[in-house]
Structures are given as C-alpha cells and as structure tokens.
C-alpha cells in the first residue's frame, strides 16, 4: 500500500478565495477573527488570531470573507474529482484528501512523474497542495502535516520517520495533549518511547489508538470518495469584476477541475453551462455546444471567450457556476506502437463539428451553413442552407453558372438582344426550365411559376453570363447567374 | 529541370556547384496539384502551396477565376474534413459545383461582414485540423491581419487562397504566391504570376478553366466594344 495524502495549506482561504491573482491581500474570519490570509496579507502585518479591526487598519484594501464550511466542502470534492483522474481510491480527510497510488505508479510513469501531474492539475483548478507518501493513510497525513515531501515506502521505517513529528499533527484536541504537554512530551518520538501503560493512565488512550494506526498497527480503514456524474461547481471571485480577461482566468480553473473530473470517468461533455451570477441581478448564461462530447479544458475555454467577446454583461460579475448534467462516455484510445498517431476519422469530425460551434459562437447561428442539395429544376431551389454534416448533395448539371444572384437582375433589351453595359451575345443553344406551377396550381400564373429559356450569353468584357427569357409576354430578359 | 540547351543540360547536372537562375528552387513542401498542368508547371511545389497564403488578385466576374480553383477542390472534397469558404461574393449554384466534381456536403460556407472576423474565421479554420481546403474573400485587409494568417498558415499543411480586389497588387502582401486574373483572349483566362518563391516569372499563362467549350464571339464584327479589339497573340502562349 502507498497512501498519498494531499494537504492544503490556508485550506478555508483557499476554499473561499479559487483566483487570487495577487492583486489585493485576502483573508477569511471566524467569529471576529482573521483565521487564514494570503501572503500580501501577512506581508502587510496581518497575522492568524488578529481582530478584523486591527486587520483592515494594517491592510486598508484586505478583503476579508467569513469561513463557509459548505464552501470548503463544495471545494474539497472538486479536488477529489481533480485527483480520481490517479486513482480510484480517494477519501476526504476533513481537509485533506488521501490517494491509495500502488495501482496507478505504473501508468503514469512512476511516482514522481505522478506527483508532478497532479499537482499540476492541481493547480489549475486552483489548488495549492503539499503532500507526504507513508504506508498508512494516517501517517501520510501527518508526514503532510509536520514534514511535507517525505517518502516511506516501507512500515518499518514509519516510527522513525514519525519521531521527530510535534505532538499537534496527530490534531487530537487540546485537552488530549495538554497532560502531555505538561509533563515535558513534545514530539511523536517521545510519545513512543514511554510505556504504554504510563500513557493509559493520562489518559492518552485515544491518542494510542490514532499512533498503533499510524505505524500500521491496526486497521484504519478509509471509504472511498464517490462522486456522481454530473458536475456543479462554483468560483466566487474576491470582488465583483467585468473584464473578460479575469472571468476567463476563473472560468478555466472550473474547466480544468471539470476536465480532470470527466477524464476520471472516461466521459465527455457536449454541452455546459456556464452562469456568471451578478450581485441583485438574474445571472447570464452562457451555453457552451462543442458538437462533439469533449473533455479538454482549451476548448470550453476557447467557446467561453467567443461567448464573451460576442455579449455585453449587464454587471460586473461576483462568482461564476459551472453545470453540466449530461455526460458521454469517451473512451480513450490506445498509444501507437510508434507514438505519434494520425488523427482518426473520429477525431477529424469531432474537430469539424466542433469548429462549426465555434464559428457560430463569435459570429451567430446562421452565418454558417452548409448547403444541401433538392431536386426541384428550379435554379434558385437547387440549394438550400443546411446543418452542417446534414446537408444532402445535389444533382449534377453541366452548362450551369458557379455563381447565383439573389434576385434576377432585369436586362434592357436593344434591337430584339439582351443589353449590360453592352451587347450580350447568346450561345446557339438554349435550356428551359419549366417549374413551380405546382405551387399554385388554382392560380392561372403563380408567383413561384418558372416557365424560361436560359441561355449563356458572352457581355461586352467577355464575361460569360446566364441569363433567361421569360416565356410569358413580355418575355423580359434577366441576368440570373455568372459563370465564376 | 528544364534547360533551353540541350547540350548543356547534362554538364550542369552533374555540377552542383553551378547554380541556374532560372531553376525553381525544391520547395520542401510539395504543392498540392491545381488540376492545369501548365500552372503547376510554373508554380514552385508543382501546385498550390501548402502552408503559405496564395492570393489571387482579380476584378473580373464571369471569366472563369473561380473555375480555376475547381480542380484541387474537387480532389479535397473527397477527403474527411470541411471545404470552407469565407464570404463568398455570391450563392453558389450547387448544379454547377457538383458538375465539377465537387462533393457538396463537405462544403462549409462562412459569412462574415467585417474583414478582421473573415479573418478570424479563416484562422480559426486553420487551427482546427478539421479543414481540407480554404478560399477566403478579403476585399478589406490590412497587412498585419495577413500576416497573422500567414503564421497560422505555417502549421497547418493546406493551400490557403485569397481572393483579393487587383488595386490590392500595389500593396505588400506576406503570401508567398501572388496570382493576378483577367480575361484573356479567346475565353482564356489569363494569369499573371506576380510572386513566386524563386525566380520571377515574366510571361502570363493563358488557361481554359470552362468545361464547355465556347464558340468564338469576338471574331464578329458585329461587337462594337473597347475591350473587344483586335486581339494581339502574346508571344508564348499555353493554352491547357
């Protein structure tokens, strides 16, 4: 067994306060009390236990939020949901996560490559973590706590390691150590060295059960955290901002955190939604399509910044909430025998599908189209503006001009030719078309009716034209497509 | 490698320590085959460069220019992946494009009003990895926004091509083919390679792009127009 357990230091800080981005001193309170702080903060003369009174008078711009523990439980399951990506077995330890990583060193090449992703992936999402490996859950946690970094791999090097550990990593509570304290104990090594029963007397019981499980003792058996598949996790940011840029910073830690969630679950997602909540006001939602299920964090991030270059935000925003309850599963693939690996044909059309949503993200819904094809003779029925990936083909026809008007253009007519800047001179032969009078078939001579004879035509700089003439009097003239 | 002297063609192979000024250099990255053999001729890569802008700078309307592009997009078509067009001057006619070949399905069109979006759309085609061909109107474009899109040309191996209005000739311009249209004679349609990567070239190219044939019309009399002269044949001229 090789127990990791993350620690995270200023947890109800970090909890409370996912962006800092190092502009202004951050603090949480308890009762009064400044119980946690960032480093501006402490270096401004702010320190744990202060009033907040004297806090703000040291740091006039502090921003001081109360301790939330929903907050931090809400914030400590988006971490496990970052570390089931390593392992399955993850538990929640008040605030600290434990990994169980025997299972995981070989697929992710080994334990420091592991731990460097991790809190890599960490970090993204907002977290700052230390962490200690033991082969016990509570022995790692202690490492965590009083000597972060430290590696044991084997029990019999526990109580060594232990040893020099102070008496409050055990976090048993004050009336527990106080006895203790008094008659001169202060580390783990110390605790160890006296006989047992001496410790029994001062009531120090408890605290021998919490150490025998530490050294691998007894059992101290750990459940395993699950999550269900759907993802809702919330970002408050320190003050209410608007620039896009500060809303895009937490938005992708959400991302990252989401990401890692959804990898651990080998899922995707195809839509989210993403509300930016305004201080009084209804939030802004943001719908975020990817056309195809994904889980990489650059593209939510990179529809997210379409999305908000395109609205205007009726108020600055004070937290951001991530939703998204419809999760696909994506399997992963296989590495090549030879590493790199062309894009499949899955991949191919998930980055289609996806382009399109992202297209239409910036510049609207129907400014990007496909065209699909219909076998109506009626040239301007030939196409129509389809869903990309929906669009049928057409019927070929030759002698057919690339290029279409909108509306038929109507040609002056000089000595019985067609006339644009010019003469136009028609090729011999003639195609008609004669359509659309289903359309209106009570009416004598329906609006949609087309009953023409096209031509192509040669205009005055030699550009070659298609145009028709109307086979009802007064048989007009028009130009109906260009040959491109 | 193709020499006048065929005498000398020999010698100047085995030297490699003499260099023709009027070899087209080995581009590194092959072109893709534009379907006019007499234009891949002339185009380093022996086709549509690929991973570079090309413009195609031209005025006229109903000469056959975008005919000339047909070819590479009917081959593209065939592959997985969108064919996208960025503001197009006008409705395709879907007939006509599946006549030659095209697959139209696979045909993604973009309409974007402002310059920089076409841009930023084009770009983002590039980015995706999803994209087989792009054609791209630009009637308003500043060189720094080319530029932009030439370093997103870079990475993506795809011919990229820009129609462009021909006063734009006069401008600098990133893209390492310049081509220029207009009509020719005899419904040819005449090319004007403006830059190329190696020597310049210095006579125009005459192509059939039209898969009809046209009679014709110039040789009436009967046409009392200016640009309708008396046609003066250039002194090379190809006719694929």
């Known amino acids: ?484 | 490698m193709k020499h006048r002297n065929a005498a000398l063609a020999p010698v100047l192979q085995q030297r490699s320590d003499i260099w023709a000024a009027n070899d087209l250099p080995d581009s590194a990255q092959p072109g893709i085959p534009s379907g006019h053999p007499a234009l891949d001729a002339e185009l380093p890569g022996g086709g549509w460069p690929v991973g570079e802008l090309t413009e195609v700078l031209s005025d006229c309307q109903g000469h056959g220019e975008m005919s000339l592009l047909l070819p590479w997009m009917a081959a593209a078509s065939r592959r997985e992946g969108w064919l996208v067009w960025v503001s197009p001057p006008a409705r395709p006619h879907l007939p006509a494009l599946a006549a030659a070949g095209l697959y139209t399905p696979r045909l993604l069109l973009i309409d974007a009003e402002r310059p920089a979006e076409r841009v930023w759309a084009l770009r983002q085609a590039l980015e995706s990895g999803a994209c087989t061909g792009l054609a791209g109107w630009l009637d308003k474009a500043d060189t720094a926004m080319l530029r932009r899109l030439q370093l997103a040309a870079r990475a993506t191996p795809l011919p990229v091509l820009l129609f462009r209005p021909a006063h734009d000739r006069q401008r600098p311009s990133p893209a390492g083919l310049r081509l220029q249209l207009s009509p020719g004679p005899a419904h040819a349609l005449r090319v004007d390679i403006l830059k190329r990567r190696g020597r310049p070239a210095s006579t125009p190219l005459y192509l059939r792009t039209r898969a009809f044939s046209m009679p014709p019309p110039l040789s009436s009399p009967s046409l009392p127009s200016p640009a309708a002269g008396p046609i003066r044949r250039p002194a090379l001229t190809l006719i694929a």
């Open chain 1, 1 to 484: 067994m090789l127990w990791l357990a993350l620690v995270f230091p200023e947890w109800p800080l970090q909890a409370r306060f996912r962006t800092r981005d190092g502009t202004r001193p951050l603090a949480v309170s308890q009762g009064q009390r400044v119980i946690a702080l960032d480093a501006i903060a402490l270096a401004q003369g702010v320190r744990v236990g202060q009033r907040l009174a004297d806090a703000l008078a040291l740091a006039p711009d502090l921003v001081i939020r109360s301790r939330e523990p929903a907050a931090e439980t809400a914030a400590l399951q988006d971490a496990a949901g970052c570390a089931l990506h390593f392992t399955p077995h993850v538990s929640l330890d008040d605030d600290a996560l434990l990994l169980e990583l025997s299972g995981s060193l070989k697929l992710f090449g080994g334990l420091d490559t592991l731990l460097r992703t991790l809190q890599r992936t960490l970090a993204a999402a907002g977290f700052e973590s230390v962490s200690a490996c033991a082969p016990t859950p509570r022995a790692a946690r202690w490492l965590a706590l009083g000597a972060p970094g430290q590696r044991v791999r084997n029990v019999a090097a526990l109580p060594g390691a232990l040893a020099p550990l102070p008496l409050e990593v055990t976090g048993a509570g004050s009336g527990a150590l106080l006895p203790l304290r008094d008659a001169g104990l202060r580390t783990l090594g110390e605790l160890m060295a006296l006989p047992r029963s001496a410790l029994a007397l001062r009531d120090a019981g408890p605290l021998l059960t919490l150490l025998d499980q530490a050294l691998g003792r007894r059992p101290d058996l750990r459940v395993d955290h699950s999550a269900p598949p759907r993802l809702d996790s919330r970002i408050e940011l320190p003050v209410p901002r608007q620039d896009s840029d500060v809303l895009l910073f937490a938005a992708s830690r959400l991302f990252s955190a989401a990401c890692a969630r959804l990898a651990a679950a080998q899922s995707g997602v195809g839509e989210c939604a993403l509300e930016l909540e305004h201080e009084g006001q209804p939030p802004t939602v943001l719908t975020l399509r990817t056309g195809q299920p994904t889980r990489d964090p650059r593209v939510l991030a990179g529809l997210a910044r379409e999305h908000l270059a395109r609205i205007a935000l009726p108020a600055p925003v004070a937290a951001l909430r991530l939703q998204a309850t419809d999760w696909l599963l994506m399997p992963g693939r296989s590495r090549d025998l030879f590493g790199a690996q062309a894009p499949s044909l899955a991949e191919t059309r998930a980055a289609a599908a996806l382009l399109v949503e992202r297209l239409r993200a910036r510049l609207g819904h129907d400014k990007v189209h496909a065209l699909s094809g219909s076998a109506d003779p009626r040239p301007e029925c030939a196409q129509q503006p389809a869903e990309p990936g929906a669009a049928r083909p057409g019927q070929a026809r030759t002698r057919r001009p690339l290029w279409l008007l909108t509306e038929p253009e109507a040609l002056a007519e000089r000595d019985g030719q067609p006339w644009r800047h010019g003469p136009l001179h028609c090729l011999e032969d003639s195609e008609r078309i004669e359509a659309g009078w289903w359309d209106g078939l009570d009416a004598p001579l329906a609006a949609n009716e087309a009953l023409r004879d096209y031509r192509i035509a040669i205009g005055p700089r030699q550009e070659v034209l298609w145009i028709y003439r109307e086979h009802h009097p007064p048989h007009r003239w028009y130009l109906h497509g260009v040959f491109g």
